[in-house]
């Protein structure tokens, strides 16, 4: 993936914005092909991704510094479960819920999980 990125965008063209290094436009221009958000399917405890999808969590610049991830969760939990930390929502259904959680992380390559 990687690869494929630095083909498309490759650092060391005249970008206009450079002055925070030779990667810093490059790594905007890649951010907003890959998005900053993603939507993870969950089913019974489980992710659920297709055979051939992953999750990537990708870092573009050269030497960055730590990031954040947010994790919002949304969804109905089965009847009977209980609720820990996490705010009803959903038009007042007691099994519908909400849920936030940040993580920072420190990255200077690619990342991916896959589904076993």
Do not use: F
């Not at 790594?27 to 998005?35: E, F």
């Not at 969760?73 to 259904?93: E, I, K």
């Amino acid at each position: 993936m990687e690869m494929m990125l630095n083909k498309l965008v490759p650092e060391g063209l005249p970008y206009k914005h450079s002055c925070e290094g030779p990667d810093d436009m490059p790594a905007h221009v890649k951010a907003c092909l890959l998005s900053s958000s993603l939507s993870i399917p969950i089913s019974d405890g489980k992710l659920n991704l297709g055979t051939w999808q992953g999750i990537w969590l990708c870092e573009h610049r050269n030497h960055a510094g730590s990031r954040k991830l947010v994790c919002t969760l949304n969804g109905c939990l089965v009847p009977g479960t209980p609720v820990s930390t996490a705010s009803s929502t959903a038009q007042n259904n007691p099994h519908c819920s909400s849920s936030h959680h940040s993580h920072s992380h420190s990255a200077s390559h690619s990342h991916s999980h896959s589904r076993s």
